[in-house]
T-cell receptor, first 110, second 111 residues
Framework: GQQLNQSPQSMFIQEGEDVSMNCTSS?????WLWYKQDPGEGPVLLIA?????ELTSNGRLTAQFGITRKDSFLNISASIPSDVGIYFC??????????FGTGTRLTIIP | DVKVTQSSRYLVKRTGEKVFLECVQD?????MFWYRQDPGLGLRLIYF???????EKGDIPEGYSVSREKKERFSLILESASTSQTSMYLC??????????FGPGTRLTVT
């Protein structure tokens, strides 16, 4: 199966900074999902996107479903310490056989 | 509250052993999934099930099998464990889109 290209692989930022990450695919997805994984835990769903061009927010998080349906973006504004973790994008063709990105590890420098 | 539990957080097995990883969900979900997570590779789907006694191969089923005798329980079986199967194993369940609920994972080491 394919994997999604997710970038950057890791980010080191200071508290209060904004964060951007993205995923690209060679395939067209029906749904894009963004998950966050805290250390020692399973991933938790943050945002689900269903239509090309859709922009959806969840608190300080904003995600977009790319117009081509082959990419998606996640932005985090004014980062706080609890934002630390690994963020994964995932694409769904509609059958729940999710294809995950390789992850972006977010670290906040004190 | 949604709950997916996995039988062990850490497991150490020897090469050639038969290994059972158990997953239980208490949400009456139809769909259950097994993934493995490796650094730099993200999560990869091993097997999934849309119903009791039903199973379908995911992207990397080789060396694994599954069993779903009851709706709430989905087991991953490594018939003869190998060192290449050292990984984090994650179970998930869902009742359809938008997303899957994950357990905390089992970190398996095969020596």
């Amino acid at each position: 199966g394919q994997q999604l290209n997710q970038s950057p692989q890791s980010m080191f930022i200071q508290e209060g900074e904004d964060v951007s990450m993205n995923c690209t695919s060679s395939s067209i997805f029906n749904t894009w999902l963004w998950y966050k994984q805290d250390p020692g835990e399973g991933p938790v769903l943050l945002i689900a996107l269903y239509k090309a061009g859709e922009l959806t927010s969840n608190g300080r998080l904003t995600a977009q479903f790319g117009i081509t349906r082959k990419d998606s973006f996640l932005n985090i504004s004014a980062s706080i310490p609890s934002d630390v973790g690994i963020y994964f994008c995932a694409g769904d063709f509609g059958n729940e056989k999710l294809t995950f990105g390789t992850g972006t590890r977010l670290t906040i420098i004190p | 509250d949604v709950k997916v539990t996995q039988s062990s957080r850490y497991l150490v097995k020897r090469t050639g052993e038969k290994v059972f990883l158990e997953c239980v969900q208490d949400m009456d979900h139809e769909n259950m999934f097994w993934y493995r997570q490796d650094p730099g590779l993200g999560l990869r789907l091993i097997y999934f099930s849309y119903d009791v006694k039903m199973k379908e191969k995911g992207d990397i089923p080789e060396g694994y099998s599954v069993s779903r005798e009851k709706k709430e329980r989905f087991s991953l079986i490594l018939e003869s464990a190998s060192t290449s199967q050292t990984s984090m194993y994650l179970c998930a369940s869902s009742q359809g889109p938008p997303g899957q609920y994950f357990g905390p994972g089992t970190r398996l080491t095969v020596t």
